[in-house]
C-alpha cells in the first residue's frame, strides 16, 4: 500500500472510537452537577442532571430530611437509563448518585458501555459544601445516610475514581488522564482518592 493512501476501512481511527457516555456519580454535595457540567463542555456531549428526574414525591421527601428508598429511586434510575440509552451512539454526561452497585447495575441494562466518574472524599467537606449551597432541596442533614448508602466502584465495574477536592478544571483533567490509552498514574495513596484511580474502564 502506498503509505499515502487512506487506511483501509477495517483500521480503527479516531472515527471509530465511541463517544463517551458517563455518569458522573457520588453522595449529594461531592460536585457531580458542577463537575458533570464541565466534562460534558469539553467532551462536547450533552449533559443531563439527574436531580431533573426526581418525581415530586421524592423531591418533597429528600427536602423533608427523609432518605429515598430502593423503592423510591427505582423508576428514577430507570428513567436516567433511558436518557443514557438515548445518548448511547453519541455520547453524553449524566451526573446521577447511582450510591450501590445495584443501582449502576440498573443503569448498565440499559446502558452496558457506562462509564462511571466517582467524586470520592471526605464526608466532613461534603457536608460543609451542602450547608453552604444556597437554594437546593438537599439538607444537610442527609450527608450521613448518603455516606451510609454509599457502596464504592467494585473492581469490575467500568469507571474511575477522582479526588473531590480538586478544583473543577483539575477534574476534567483527572478524567481526561484516566481515560487516555495510557491510563493515569498510580494515585499517591492507593487507600483513598489522592488522584485518579482507574477501575479497568475507557470510554
Ligand atoms: N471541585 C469543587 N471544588 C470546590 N467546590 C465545588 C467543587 N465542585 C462543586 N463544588 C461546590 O460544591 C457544592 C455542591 O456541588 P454540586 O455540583 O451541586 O454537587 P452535587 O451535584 O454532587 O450535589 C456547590 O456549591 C458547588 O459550587
Ligand atoms: O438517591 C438519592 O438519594 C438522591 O438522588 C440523592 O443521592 C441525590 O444526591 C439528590 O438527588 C440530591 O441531589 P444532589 O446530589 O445534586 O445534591
Partial sequence: MNP????????????????????????????????????AQRLRVPFADADDF?????????????????????????????????H???????????????????????????????????????????????GHFMPASLVASQFATLQPLQPDEHGVVLDLTHDVDRLVEDYLAAASPGGAPPPADPGGAGGATDRGGRS
Fill in 54 to 86: 426526581h418525581s415530586p414525591a421524592s423531591v418533597a421527601k429528600m427536602s423533608a430530611g427523609i432518605p429515598l428508598d430502593d423503592d423510591d429511586r427505582l423508576p428514577w434510575l430507570r428513567s436516567i437509563g433511558a436518557w443514557l440509552a438515548a
Fill in 88 to 134: 448511547a451512539a453519541g455520547g453524553g454526561v449524566v451526573s446521577c448518585s447511582a450510591l450501590k452497585r445495584s443501582y449502576r447495575d440498573v443503569l448498565r441494562e440499559s446502558a452496558p458501555q457506562v462509564c462511571f466518574v466517582h467524586l470520592a472524599g471526605d464526608q466532613q467537606v461534603v457536608s460543609r459544601r451542602v450547608a453552604g449551597r444556597p
Fill in 4 to 39: 499515502t493512501d487512506p487506511p483501509p476501512p477495517t483500521s480503527p481511527g479516531p472515527a471509530a472510537q465511541t463517544p463517551p457516555l458517563l455518569v458522573v456519580m457520588g453522595v449529594t454535595g461531592s460536585g457531580k452537577t458542577t463537575v458533570g457540567a464541565a466534562l
